[in-house]
C-alpha cells in the first residue's frame, strides 16, 4: 500500500475514532476526557492501534472502558468509514505527553545564564 494512502486511512480512523469517543456513554470512558492521540492501521487494515491518553482519572480504567466498548467502536468506524475490512482494534496508553512534561520540567530546572564569561 502506498505511504500516502496508508497515511491517509491512519488520519480518517483517528479523527473518527476522536468522535466516537467524545460520543460513548460509559462513565469510565467519558469521564476521564480520553484523548486520541494517534492510529496505525496495518497494511492489510486488519488491524489498528489507537493510541490514546488521558488528562483525568485512571488509565487503567479507561483501558477497560475501552476494551469493553471494543465491538461497538468497531461497528461506528466501519459505519462512518468506507473501508474493504474494518480492522480489528487494540488500545494502547500514549504517554508522550507525560514525557515531554517532564522534559520540560527538567530543562527548568537547569540553571543556564545567557552569558559566558571569558577569562583573559
Known amino acids: ?3 500516502f494512502r496508508k497515511n491517509r486511512i491512519n488520519d480518517a480512523v483517528k479523527e473518527e475514532m476522536a468522535q466516537i469517543i467524545r460520543d460513548t456513554k460509559d462513565p469510565r470512558i467519558a ?3 480520553v484523548s486520541i492521540t494517534g492510529a496505525e492501521v496495518s497494511g492489510d487494515l486488519k488491524f ?6 488521558v488528562m483525568a482519572g485512571d488509565k487503567n480504567e479507561v483501558l477497560k472502558g475501552l476494551k469493553s466498548a471494543q465491538g461497538f467502536f ?3 468506524l466501519a ?13 494502547e496508553y500514549d504517554n508522550s505527553a507525560e514525557y515531554g512534561a517532564n522534559i520540560s520540567r527538567i530543562l527548568n530546572t537547569l540553571d543556564i545564564s545567557g552569558e559566558e564569561e571569558n577569562d583573559d
Open 1 to 3: 500500500m502506498a505511504k
Open 31 to 33: 469521564d476521564a476526557f
Open 48 to 53: 489498528a492501534k489507537i493510541y490514546f491518553s
Open 74 to 76: 468497531r461497528t461506528e
Open 79 to 91: 459505519r462512518r468509514i468506507n473501508l474493504r475490512q474494518t480492522p480489528q482494534l487494540t488500545f
